[in-house]
């Protein structure tokens, strides 16, 4: 099956600080992609959805000036936490959309555990 | 509004069969889908249902009713591996997947 990696995996920063998360498709080409965040067991809530060349939708809630999305190519989008408060420890996952699968079915990369100090 | 109603949490013993339902109201369909999501890890693909009917692979089989927005997932043979959170997904008329909370699955021995 399609594969979307994820990077990095775990990643520490201090508050105040911006951080940076990649998340790549990489057999096949995702013009739309979905950025998550995950809370202690609770459900994936949709953060934004980011379309390559194109402004990202944010869903309601969502402040798009701390998370920055930017969908350059058809295989990366990067999610940037921008002025990291603890706050926003999370588990941040992405997925992609194949354009010639079903118009549903979402790889995921592995996820993005976020710890803000 | 639009959503998604799952079971929280659910225990079976291993070897055994458990079903869990999902039941849904949105503003149009365009398939359901099952996907199995470990502790600390991302979701993964399990099934896709937009005809009525079961669909069946290997030891997880998945049922749609359109008429009643009503689906369920069957597992059988439960191994201590299946033990993990099990979310059902509708796309939506402008192809947005509605999630559910998950229905987090308990296996004991």
Redo the contacts between chains.
Sequence with gaps: GAVVSQHPSWVICKSGTSVKIECRSLDFQATTMFWYRQFPKQSLMLMATSNEGSKATYEQGVEKDKFLINHASLTLSTLTVTSAHPEDSSFYICSARDAGGHAGELFFGEGSRLTVL | GQNIDQPTEMTATEGAIVQINCTYQTSGF??L?WYQQHA??????LS?NVLDGLEEKGRFSSFLSRSKGYSYLLLKELQMKDSA?Y?C?V?DSN?Q?I????T?LIIKP
């Design positions: 365009n398939g889908f600390g890890e991302a979701p993964t693909f896709y959170s979310l997904a796309m192809y997947l999630w559910g909370a998950g987090k």
